[in-house]
């Protein structure tokens, strides 16, 4: 049916056909890892600063307050005094102001 003419032609196509789908995947593949790159990199990033912002805290922490947050994360309870910077500073603050104005 096919002369070897024909044969070589269909080959050939079907030989570009895949060349251009492997090139159009290879391009996706790219930019994909490219985007992976930069979420990996806004990661590290984030987490540096969170590990900054949590030996702060563990720095400004009471004893008291890491023993409770510890005694939280034993339990599986959520840390309910645990926000950040609200928990340190607010309730230190409100008991010395008490103090001041009652002494």
Same mark, same amino acid.
Request: hydrophobic share 35%; glycine share 4%; aromatic share 2%.
């Given at each position: 049916?096919?002369?070897?003419?024909?044969?070589?032609?269909?080959?050939?196509?079907?030989?570009?056909?895949?060349?251009?789908?492997?090139?159009?995947?290879?391009?996706?593949?790219?930019?994909?890892?490219?985007?992976?790159?930069?979420?990996?990199?806004?990661?590290?990033?984030?987490?540096? $600063? @969170?590990? =900054?912002?949590?030996?702060? !805290?563990? *720095?400004?922490?009471? +004893?008291? $307050? @890491?023993? =409770?947050?510890?005694?939280? !994360?034993? *339990?599986?309870?959520? +840390?309910?005094?645990?926000?950040?910077?609200?928990?340190?500073?607010?309730?230190?603050?409100?008991?010395?102001?008490?103090?001041?104005?009652?002494?």
């Amino acid at each position: 049916m096919y002369s070897g003419a024909s044969v070589v032609a269909i080959d050939n196509k079907i030989e570009q056909a895949m060349d251009l789908v492997k090139s159009h995947l290879m391009y996706a593949v790219r930019e994909e890892v490219e985007v992976l790159k930069e979420q990996i990199k806004e990661l590290i990033e984030k987490n540096s $600063q @969170l590990e =900054q912002e949590n030996n702060l !805290l563990k *720095t400004l922490a009471s +004893p008291e $307050q @890491l023993a =409770q947050f510890q005694a939280q !994360l034993q *339990t599986g309870s959520p +840390p309910a005094t645990t926000q950040p910077q609200g928990t340190t500073q607010p309730p230190a603050q409100p008991a010395s102001q008490g103090s001041g104005s009652t002494a």
